[in-house]
């Protein structure tokens, strides 16, 4: 892992598709193990917010995006030290008949799902 020293920025992607289905990953690892969430992840040096999120997309779901804009940002302290920052984007698929392919290791399930479905759920954090 990458130092980051005490200010920490992410970026998420809000995939959505032709149907109103949001991507949602439940990942392997960390606060969000086992539950319903975005993509995320760090921003790298030499890209910027909204290019993380459209990798970060990639990377954990196969699923290949376009940047429709930003919708949120949010931000916080973690342990009285750190910074966490995270940017929020609204993506759409660059294709919709593209099949998910999820990266295993750090990735347990991607799909396609409801927000209604999503909003009622017990394994949900969005």
């Known amino acids: 892992m990458t130092a980051r020293g005490n200010v920490w920025l992410g970026a998420a992607g809000l995939v959505i598709n032709s149907n109103g289905e949001w991507l ?22 030499g890209e910027t917010a909204d290019q993380a999120a459209v990798r970060e997309v990639k990377e954990e779901t196969g699923i290949e995006t376009e940047l429709v804009g930003m919708i949120g940002f949010r931000t916080g302290v973690l342990n009285g030290a750190i910074s966490d920052n995270m940017g929020i984007f609204l993506l759409k698929p660059s294709n919709e008949g593209q099949m998910i392919q999820r990266d295993a290791k750090e990735i347990a399930a991607a799909a396609w799902q409801s927000p209604f479905e999503l909003k009622d759920g017990a394994d949900v954090s969005l």
């Open 24 to 45: 949602v990953v439940k990942k392997t690892y960390g606060g969000l193990k086992g539950f319903w969430s975005l993509p995320a992840g760090f921003v790298e040096g």
